[in-house]
């Protein structure tokens, strides 16, 4: 069974763009989580989609938001970056939401911001 | 609102030495209680959980015991490996309410042969 897969792992952007990070959950895994981890901050979440509905939201700008297909990929976007966006990006699936003991987690996308 | 506090890193360590990694934590209610494990390059991997006060969670030659009386979740092995070379995150969900995860900052250990 294949793993939760990110593309791409390795991003770099310049400060003001904007950027798209994709997620491909476990096959028959309905629900997609993000988090963003920083050396100093740790792993926070950021938000939590099942069924192509947003069902939890972390303490993030409006600047981060995401969606989820019909098919259970889903994307986050980070609009106007700023240096400070520079992390390591996970996402991990689980077959439903609320956050069952546990998740499965991808490799990450490495974003940095210049 | 919930919390969790890990020592801080990196712990170095000889192979074959006995490791813990101290976690603490702040919750309502009664939570379930996690660690994870991040290899070099990869996601977080469940490593062993505990879901009520006096359980103990095991895999790998780890170990944790809930400690309700003083609200921690020690992370313990007996003989370490080279391979055992990570960053370790212990993590809560709690019993009521929200069910977000809250992650501890992550405890990186290097184990030297």
């Known amino acids: 069974k294949a793993g939760v897969t990110q593309t791409p792992r390795y991003l770099i952007k310049t400060r003001g763009q904007q950027v798209t990070l994709s997620c491909s959950p476990i096959s028959g895994h309905r629900s997609v989580s993000w988090y963003q981890q920083t050396p100093g901050q740790g792993l926070q979440f950021l938000f939590e989609?099942?069924?192509?509905?947003?069902?939890n939201k972390g303490n993030f700008p409006g600047r981060f938001s995401g969606r989820q297909f019909s098919n259970s990929r889903s994307e986050m976007n980070v609009s106007t970056l700023e240096l400070g966006d520079s992390a390591l990006y996970l996402c991990a699936s689980t077959p439903t939401w609320g956050f069952p003991d546990t998740q499965y987690f991808g490799p990450g996308t490495r974003l940095t911001v210049l | 609102g919930d919390s969790v506090t890990q020592m801080e890193g990196p712990v170095t360590l000889s192979e074959e030495a006995f490791l813990t990694i101290n976690c603490t934590y702040t919750?309502?209610?009664?939570?379930?209680l996690f660690w994870y494990v991040q290899y070099p390059g990869e996601g977080l991997q469940l490593l062993l959980k505990a879901t009520k006060a006096d359980d103990k969670g095991s895999n790998k030659g780890f170990e944790a015991t809930y400690r309700k009386e003083t609200t921690s979740f020690h992370l313990e092995k007996g003989s370490v490996q080279v391979s055992d070379s990570a960053v370790y995150f212990c993590a809560l969900r709690s019993s009521g309410g929200s069910y977000i995860p809250t992650f501890g900052r992550g405890t990186s250990l290097i184990v030297h042969p």
């Open positions: 919750a309502t209610g009664y939570p379930s």
């Open positions: 989609y099942f069924s192509e509905t947003q069902r």
